[in-house]
Nanobody, 122 residues
Framework: QVQLVESGGGLVQAGGSLRLSCAASGSIFSINAMGWYRQAPGKQRELVAAITSGGSTNYADSVKGRFTISRDNAKNTVYLQMNSLKPEDTAVYYC????????????????WGQGTQVTVSS
């Protein structure tokens, strides 16, 4: 069993910053890529940023230059630093681990957190 728990969401004014954290717990040996997705009301869930275990990153065009994803492999934690926030960044942000290798060397695919609300006021 693997759990992802997000924290750090909240209400912020446009131009402000927030830092999201997502901690994975359970019988984890390693995690491949981790990422942040978001879903605004009436819209599909979309990828915001992702990072591999080796540190390679990719970002949605809409957040490039404003958001930074990072991770601490020893803590099985991924972060999303969000700067220069805009009202259109308002959404529920979800953490994802695409492939988890457990301590008994089995695999779990597609783990999701419960989501954290980010609201940016204009």
């Amino acid at each position: 069993q693997v759990q992802l728990v997000e924290s750090g969401g909240g209400l912020v004014q446009a131009g402000g910053s927030l830092r999201l954290s997502c901690a994975a717990s359970g019988s984890i040996f390693s995690i491949n890529a981790m990422g942040w997705y978001r879903q605004a009301p009436g819209k599909q869930r979309e990828l915001v940023a992702a990072i591999t275990s080796g540190g390679s990153t990719n970002y949605a065009d809409s957040v490039k230059g404003r958001f930074t994803i990072s991770r601490d492999n020893a803590k099985n934690t991924v972060y999303l630093q969000m700067n220069s926030l805009k009202p259109e960044d308002t959404a529920v942000y979800y953490c994802n681990a695409d492939k988890v290798t457990t301590t008994n060397r089995s695999y779990i695919y597609g783990c999701w957190g419960q989501g954290t609300q980010v609201t940016v006021s204009s």
